[in-house]
Protein backbone atom coordinates (compact mmCIF):
# COMPACT_ATOMS: atom_id res chain seq x y z
CA UNK A 1 0.00 0.00 0.00
CA UNK A 2 1.02 3.69 -0.62
CA UNK A 3 0.15 6.55 1.20
CA UNK A 4 0.38 9.65 -0.75
CA UNK A 5 0.16 13.06 1.64
CA UNK A 6 -0.43 16.70 -0.06
CA UNK A 7 0.49 20.08 1.73
CA UNK A 8 1.07 23.78 0.64
CA UNK A 9 -2.79 24.90 -0.18
CA UNK A 10 -4.29 28.15 0.62
CA UNK A 11 -5.82 30.93 -0.34
CA UNK A 12 -3.65 33.39 -2.76
CA UNK A 13 -4.66 36.57 -4.75
CA UNK A 14 -4.30 36.37 -8.62
CA UNK A 15 -1.02 36.72 -9.85
CA UNK A 16 0.45 34.89 -7.28
CA UNK A 17 2.53 31.63 -6.49
CA UNK A 18 1.89 28.40 -4.33
CA UNK A 19 3.81 25.43 -4.14
CA UNK A 20 2.51 22.00 -3.80
CA UNK A 21 4.13 18.90 -1.78
CA UNK A 22 3.00 15.29 -2.45
CA UNK A 23 5.28 12.97 0.17
CA UNK A 24 4.72 9.11 -0.66
CA UNK A 25 5.26 6.59 1.81
CA UNK A 26 4.85 2.83 2.64
CA UNK A 27 5.38 0.49 -0.39
CA UNK A 28 7.21 3.18 -2.30
CA UNK A 29 8.86 1.68 -5.85
CA UNK A 30 12.08 4.08 -8.03
CA UNK A 31 9.55 3.83 -10.65
CA UNK A 32 6.76 5.14 -11.06
CA UNK A 33 4.41 7.67 -12.77
CA UNK A 34 3.10 10.35 -10.81
CA UNK A 35 1.04 13.35 -11.40
CA UNK A 36 -1.22 16.30 -9.89
CA UNK A 37 -4.97 16.73 -10.94
CA UNK A 38 -7.51 18.86 -9.86
CA UNK A 39 -10.86 19.20 -9.74
CA UNK A 40 -13.32 22.67 -9.26
CA UNK A 41 -16.93 22.56 -8.30
CA UNK A 42 -19.20 21.19 -10.34
CA UNK A 43 -15.95 19.87 -12.44
CA UNK A 44 -14.34 16.81 -13.64
CA UNK A 45 -11.05 16.08 -12.15
CA UNK A 46 -8.79 16.71 -14.72
CA UNK A 47 -5.10 16.24 -15.05
CA UNK A 48 -2.96 19.25 -14.54
CA UNK A 49 0.84 17.70 -15.15
CA UNK A 50 2.51 14.48 -15.11
CA UNK A 51 6.33 13.44 -14.25
CA UNK A 52 7.68 9.78 -14.91
CA UNK A 53 10.56 8.40 -12.54
CA UNK A 54 13.10 9.51 -15.26
CA UNK A 55 11.82 13.25 -15.08
CA UNK A 56 9.63 13.76 -18.79
CA UNK A 57 6.84 15.77 -18.15
CA UNK A 58 3.42 16.66 -19.31
CA UNK A 59 1.34 19.88 -18.65
CA UNK A 60 -2.30 21.05 -19.22
CA UNK A 61 -2.39 23.77 -22.19
CA UNK A 62 -3.76 25.77 -19.29
CA UNK A 63 -1.25 25.70 -17.07
CA UNK A 64 2.25 25.57 -19.89
CA UNK A 65 4.29 28.05 -18.70
CA UNK A 66 3.18 28.97 -15.34
CA UNK A 67 3.57 25.44 -13.32
CA UNK A 68 6.17 23.29 -13.13
CA UNK A 69 6.55 19.76 -11.64
CA UNK A 70 9.21 18.31 -10.10
CA UNK A 71 9.87 15.41 -8.10
CA UNK A 72 12.86 14.41 -5.89
CA UNK A 73 13.13 10.43 -5.84
CA UNK A 74 15.38 10.22 -2.95
CA UNK A 75 12.17 12.22 -0.97
CA UNK A 76 9.45 10.16 -2.28
CA UNK A 77 8.35 13.65 -2.67
CA UNK A 78 7.11 15.65 -5.72
CA UNK A 79 6.31 18.99 -6.30
CA UNK A 80 4.23 21.57 -7.98
CA UNK A 81 5.14 25.02 -8.31
CA UNK A 82 2.45 27.32 -9.31
CA UNK A 83 3.28 30.79 -10.78
CA UNK A 84 0.57 33.42 -11.74
CA UNK A 85 -2.32 31.98 -10.59
CA UNK A 86 -5.45 32.83 -11.74
CA UNK A 87 -8.93 32.67 -9.94
CA UNK A 88 -9.55 29.56 -13.00
CA UNK A 89 -7.02 27.96 -11.10
CA UNK A 90 -9.30 27.47 -7.57
CA UNK A 91 -9.93 23.88 -6.98
CA UNK A 92 -8.55 20.68 -5.30
CA UNK A 93 -5.73 20.11 -6.40
CA UNK A 94 -4.68 15.68 -5.79
CA UNK A 95 -1.34 13.82 -6.53
CA UNK A 96 -1.81 10.57 -8.43
CA UNK A 97 0.86 7.57 -8.34
CA UNK A 98 0.58 4.93 -10.69
CA UNK A 99 3.22 1.69 -9.78
CA UNK A 100 3.67 -2.03 -10.80
CA UNK A 101 1.41 -2.31 -7.43
CA UNK A 102 -1.41 0.04 -8.44
CA UNK A 103 -2.68 3.31 -8.75
CA UNK A 104 -2.69 5.64 -5.55
CA UNK A 105 -4.20 8.63 -4.78
CA UNK A 106 -3.79 11.75 -1.91
CA UNK A 107 -6.86 13.05 0.22
CA UNK A 108 -6.33 16.77 -2.14
CA UNK A 109 -5.70 20.03 -0.87
CA UNK A 110 -7.48 23.23 -1.22
CA UNK A 111 -6.33 25.89 -3.28
CA UNK A 112 -7.99 29.32 -3.93
CA UNK A 113 -7.06 31.90 -6.08
CA UNK A 114 -8.87 35.25 -5.25
CA UNK A 115 -9.44 37.84 -7.76
Known amino acids: QVQLVESGGGLVQAGGSLRLSCAAS????????MGWYRQAPGKERELVAT???????NYADSVKGRFTISRDNAKNTMYLQMNSLKPADTAIYYC?????????WGQGTQVTVSS
Open 96 to 104: KQVTVYGTY
Open 51 to 57: ISSGGST
Open 26 to 33: GRTVSISR
